[in-house]
Each structure stands twice: as C-alpha cells, then as structure tokens.
C-alpha cells in the first residue's frame, strides 16, 4: 500500500514563498518518479513539477521555471516544493504524485498514486 501525505501549504501575500512537502509511506522510495501538480479553482489539475527517481533530474512548467524547484530526499522518504515569488494564480490544491514508471511525466494519467492535496492561497 502506498500512502503519500502533503502539507506546507497556507496562506501567503503575493510575492511570498512557502515551502510544501510530501512523505512517502512506500516501499523502496528511491524506485519513484515524483511529482507535483496542483488543481486551480473551477480547473483541470495540471503539472507543476517532476524529480527522477535515478539521477535526480528535474522538469518544470514553464509558468513555475525560475521559481519554484522540486528536490526529494530519500532517507526520508520525502519530496519538496519550494515555491518563491508566488503568484495569485498559484492560487490552486496541490498533489504530489509517485510513477512507478515515467521519469518526469507532465501526465497525471501516468502517475500511479497521490495524496490528498494542500490548498495553497496566494493574495493580491
């Protein structure tokens, strides 16, 4: 069974930073891909950003690169967002995600678990 738990979330002036993290309760952390993907209200969820599982290579959206970067840990079974100069229209839950298979997939299809998300609110 495999279980991921995010928090960090909350809510943040325009211009702020917060920094969210996922912990893992899953058998051989080091075999999955992760990601971040967050749902905007009255949207579809979309990609935020992706770490591999065998060189720690990294992809970003393009409405995040230069602001927020992903990084894990696998002696904690963790992955984090560090999110800088947010945005009001970062405004969104998010979800981490792991994939057994595809490093640095955009696809929420092709993650195969996820956690229950964390509302992040950023005013103006």
């Known amino acids: 069974q495999v279980q991921l738990v995010e928090s960090g979330g909350g809510l943040v002036q325009a211009g702020g930073s917060l920094r969210l993290s996922c912990t893992a309760h899953?058998?051989?952390?080091?075999?999955?891909?992760m990601g971040w993907f967050r749902q905007p209200p009255g949207k579809d969820r979309e990609f935020v950003a992706a770490?591999?599982?065998?060189?720690?290579?990294?992809t970003y959206a393009a409405s995040v690169q230069g602001r927020f970067t992903i990084s894990r840990s696998n002696d904690r079974y963790a992955v984090y967002l560090q999110m800088n100069g947010l945005k009001p229209e970062d405004t969104a839950v998010y979800y981490c995600?792991?994939?057994?298979?595809?490093?640095?997939?955009?696809?929420?299809?092709?993650?195969?678990?996820w956690g229950q998300g964390t509302q992040v609110t950023v005013s103006s």
């Open positions: 995600a792991a994939s057994t298979y595809y490093e640095g997939s955009i696809y929420p299809h092709e993650y195969d678990y």
């Open positions: 899953v058998r051989r952390f080091t075999a999955w891909h």
């Open positions: 770490v591999s599982a065998s060189d720690f290579s990294t």
